[in-house]
């Protein structure tokens, strides 16, 4: 059974940074794809970074040079966000999908609010 547990989400003033993390034991990051997702108050899940082996990092538009992804050996997946917004204010969610499968596993979510 997959357990994806994710931290670090707070109150944070606009301009300021916040690191999320995401505990992912058992993940073999080599067959899968993990991923940062969001969901703001009447709004729908949306993508917000993901990141595969042997790729590129990938960030939807609203974040590029705001927000940096990365994984480290542990298990363990970060989102840096800087130069935080308002409209960043959401649920982020934690997200590993196995490559060429249908398994898909979400974290509970971790609440992240910009607000002054």
């Known amino acids: 059974q997959v357990q994806l547990v994710e931290s670090g989400g707070a109150l944070v003033q606009p301009g300021g940074s916040l690191k999320l993390s995401c505990a992912a034991p058992g993940i073999n990051f080599s067959i899968y794809s993990m991923g940062w997702y969001r969901q703001a108050p009447g709004k729908q899940r949306e993508l917000v970074a993901t990141i595969i082996s042997g790729a590129s990092p990938n960030y939807a538009d609203s974040v590029k040079g705001r927000f940096t992804i990365s994984r480290d050996t542990k298990n363990t997946v970060y989102l840096q966000m800087n130069s935080l917004k308002p409209e960043d204010t959401a649920v982020y969610y934690c997200?590993?999908?196995?490559?060429?499968?249908?398994?898909?596993?979400w974290g509970q979510g971790t609440q992240v609010t910009v607000s002054s």
């Open positions: 997200n590993a999908r196995r490559i060429l499968s249908t398994n898909t596993y």
